[in-house]
């Protein structure tokens, strides 16, 4: 990414945040997660690319300024708009004989949904289809309340009793039991996003201390003056983010989406453990 010259890195950083704000608008799911990944990708090479105390005071301060453009919130609860309209276009066309259940992922897990499904193309399952698009409706429309929280964790109670509501419906409400579930872990992606944008903010701002003053802060409150702005909050809890100093650097992570501190335990592949900004050698 950048052989040692920060500038072209600082560069690339910014066609990667720019490529990604071409989506910012687009009122489709996958578009706002690819918006999200290409993000990441970016977050992710600030902090396996530049090594700490390698950006001066400057580039520091622009690179946290571009990294505090980037908001999903928004993005993601109008997504939901579009994906809701597109569910019930699903349903007018599978009335109309257009579409079949099976065109768009509802293959059925056994004998019975399977029926249910072949149903729903007949005038005998009308009931059902219109009683199960009732329920697409309620439930899209509750996430789209619960959407643009200012932050994650004063959606998690909504959402975990939407996930609830979900898994209680009777089987005759395949659409929406099949679709909606994927939905709700969606919901989750800015906030994912969010840590990992708002902890590389705050790490940047803990090296480039480190580096003019040859120590961490004993508490995270200390970097305020410099990181410009009150702290953030992890996402996940409300509460700052983790911080501990160590003799050879710090950790600094968010808890995550099991919402549990793991210490700083994370395994990346599985997404699964703390989300954590490297730590100082």
């Not at 390698?54 to 946290?64: A, G, K």
């Not at 409706?137 to 959402?159: D, K, S």
């Not at 979900?166 to 909606?180: H, K, M």
Request: overall charge negative; hydrophobic content about 40%.
């Amino acid at each position: 990414m950048h052989a040692g010259n920060t500038d072209t890195a600082l560069d690339h950083l910014n066609g990667i945040y720019q490529l990604g704000q071409i989506l910012e608008h687009e009122p489709v799911m996958v578009s706002q997660l690819v918006r999200i990944a290409i993000h990441g990708i970016g977050v992710g090479a600030v902090g396996s690319l530049l090594s700490p105390g390698e950006l001066t005071p400057q580039q520091v301060r622009q690179v946290t300024s571009m990294l505090r453009q980037m908001d999903y919130r928004q993005g993601v609860a109008d997504s939901l708009w579009g994906e809701t309209q597109a569910g019930l276009s699903s349903f007018d066309a599978m009335r109309a004989g257009d579409l079949r259940p099976e065109l768009i992922g509802l293959h059925g897990t056994d004998r019975g949904d399977r029926l249910f499904q072949h149903l729903y193309s007949s005038p005998l399952g009308r009931p059902w289809l219109n009683l199960d698009e009732a329920a697409y409706a309620e439930v899209m429309g509750q996430m789209t309340q619960a959407a643009p929280a200012a932050n994650f964790y004063e959606a998690i109670p909504a959402l975990q009793a939407i996930r609830n509501e979900i898994e209680a419906l009777p089987r005759t409400r395949v659409f929406t039991r099949a679709l909606t579930p994927a939905l709700t872990v969606y919901l989750e992606a800015p906030a994912r996003a969010t840590a990992q944008n708002e902890l590389a903010q705050i790490g940047l701002t803990l090296e480039l201390q480190y580096h003019g003053q040859a120590a961490y802060p004993a508490d995270l409150y200390e970097i305020e003056s410099a990181f410009g702005s009150p702290l953030p909050l992890d996402p996940y809890s409300g509460q700052p983010y983790r911080y501990e100093q160590l003799a050879t650097g710090f950790l600094l992570y968010s808890i995550g989406s099991n919402l549990q501190d793991d210490g700083g335990r994370h395994i990346p592949r599985v997404l699964e453990g703390d989300i954590v900004w490297r730590g100082a050698p």
